[in-house]
């Protein structure tokens, strides 16, 4: 169902009385309703992601959401857009539950401030997200270089994970056949030493927020080629995430952080994906500069249900969904990342 967009357009603004928040897991929930609608900007606890979310997950929001937010130096920032569309999530009929639907995630760095707008109809249950990512009890484990086709891999206890948020139990697939690549849509300015905070802010977004079992990629790459552990279960099996609807079967999705629409990924950042797809493709003997065909598992995919569809085995997220992850730029840069992976494989 897709809401109809309003001729005139509205402005939410989060509710001024603290007592209106809800927290849970270092998310604190805000309440959007049409009755408040203009007003001003508030102060709010302190967190580094934002993202809006609803709760009917097969409703999409048919207009724009914008955020701004205050650093907690003081300063507020420009209007920012989040982006609406409903791709990165489960897989219907499968075994996660459906959670809520939600805007991708916006990672603003340490904010104590926020002001929401939409335009167009709301949908039920509307509430903004603030996530709080909080310290990590872990000491940071550095990529380490292995002989072989496997890379240095951080741990979810590396980055921080809070293993309490998730469900317990793992989800799998069969082997792992292709790879998505993808970018979290998130802001590039971050410090390299801040990536295990986005990622956390993002597995909080995912499982507290949007209600998934877990973050939904498999793995992450920062903007200095680190790569990191994503949903739990084994980097070397073939945990079922949720980041390409319609084919999160028997394939991983690795994403980006970051956002490359029109900003260049870093070299760095480009051969860690092409090192972590050379290795699990390589664990069923898969030529990274190959293809492969996969069945659709959604009608919200590019292809109806049941539909048999050729990849290359290294692919976009929108190769599979109607959407622009992972970016123009980076999109570009697929075929050099599947040439260096073949490498790697020793092809």
Not at 27 to 38: E, I, K, N, Y
Not at 268 to 290: C, E, F, R, S, Y
């Amino acid at each position: 169902m897709r809401l109809s967009l309003l001729a005139a357009v509205g402005s939410l603004l989060l509710l001024p009385q603290p007592a209106y928040a809800q927290s849970s897991g270092g998310v604190s929930t805000f309440p959007l309703t049409a009755s408040q609608r203009g007003l001003a900007e508030r102060d709010t606890a302190a967190f580094s992601l934002v993202g809006v979310s609803w709760d009917d997950p097969g409703t999409v929001l048919d207009g724009s959401v914008q955020v701004k937010v205050r650093s907690v130096a003081g300063v507020w920032s420009d209007w920012r857009p989040l982006d609406v569309e409903a791709d990165d999530r489960p897989d219907p009929e499968g075994t996660e539950r459906a959670g809520r639907g939600a805007t991708a995630p916006l990672w603003v760095g340490p904010s104590d401030g926020v002001a929401v707008r939409v335009t167009g109809s709301l949908p039920r249950g509307l509430r903004a997200e603030l996530v709080d990512p909080g310290r990590s009890s872990a000491r940071a484990l550095p990529a380490v270089d292995h002989e072989g086709p496997r890379p240095g891999i951080v741990t979810r206890a590396g980055w921080g994970a809070d293993e309490s948020l998730r469900e317990p139990g793992f989800g799998y697939t069969g082997p792992v056949r292709a790879v998505f690549v993808h970018h979290t849509d998130t802001a590039n300015d971050y410090a390299c030493s801040d990536a295990p905070k986005v990622i956390r802010a993002i597995y909080q977004y995912h499982v507290k927020s949007s209600g998934w079992r877990d973050i939904g990629y498999n793995f992450l790459v920062d903007r200095c080629g680190t790569i990191y552990e994503g949903r739990a279960g084994g980097v070397a099996q073939p945990v079922l995430g949720a980041h390409t609807l319609g084919f999160n079967t028997d394939t991983a999705g690795v994403a980006a952080l970051g956002r490359y629409s029109s900003e260049t990924a870093p070299q760095a950042q480009v051969d860690g994906i092409a090192k972590v797809a050379a290795w699990k493709l390589g664990l069923t003997g898969l030529d990274a500069n190959g293809s492969v065909t996969l069945t659709s598992a959604s009608d919200g995919s590019k292809f109806k249900k049941g539909t048999n569809a050729t990849f290359r085995a290294v692919s976009g997220h929108r190769d599979a969904f109607n959407t622009e992850c992972p970016g123009n730029t980076l999109y570009q840069r697929l075929p050099a990342i599947r040439t260096w992976s073949a490498h790697l494989q020793g092809r």
